[in-house]
């Protein structure tokens, strides 16, 4: 789990995003991304990170919550190397077959990097 700072929830911040945010494609994921400082009113704040993930990805829950776990300890273990003030949304893409914790971390890096959101990138 995420810390709670950590987390975006509202459907404001969601829509925010999504809305201004710059837009990352990769194999599995689709990543968003509103930098914060940009703004003068919440600049300084705490990385937020959201999962999105749809039916249309897998029917059964078991799969989407497997995945959201799986993405959720990848940022935790990337939360001190990225960039504060940000606000990510990470959207799993229609899948063929299911991605191995591997790909999933590949692809998240990959669309990191091109975000230039890691620290020394």
């Known amino acids: ?9 509202r459907r404001q911040d969601f829509a925010e995003v999504y809305a201004k945010g710059d837009r990352y494609s990769g194999q599995h994921l689709r990543l968003r991304v509103y930098d914060l400082n940009k703004t003068s009113e919440k600049s300084g704040t705490d990385i937020q990170i959201g999962i999105v993930i749809s039916k249309k990805v ?6 989407r919550n497997r995945i959201k776990r799986q993405l ?6 990337l939360l001190s ?5 940000l606000q990510i949304v990470v959207t799993v893409s229609t899948l063929q077959g299911s991605p191995t914790f591997k790909q999933l971390w590949d692809d998240l890096i990959t669309l990191l990097v091109k975000a230039k959101v890691l620290h020394g990138n």
């Open 58 to 63: 897998s029917k059964l829950a078991v799969t």
């Open 72 to 77: 959720r300890a990848i940022f935790r273990q």
């Open 81 to 85: 190397q990225l960039r504060q003030g």
């Open 1 to 9: 789990m995420l810390p709670a700072q950590n987390r975006l929830r």
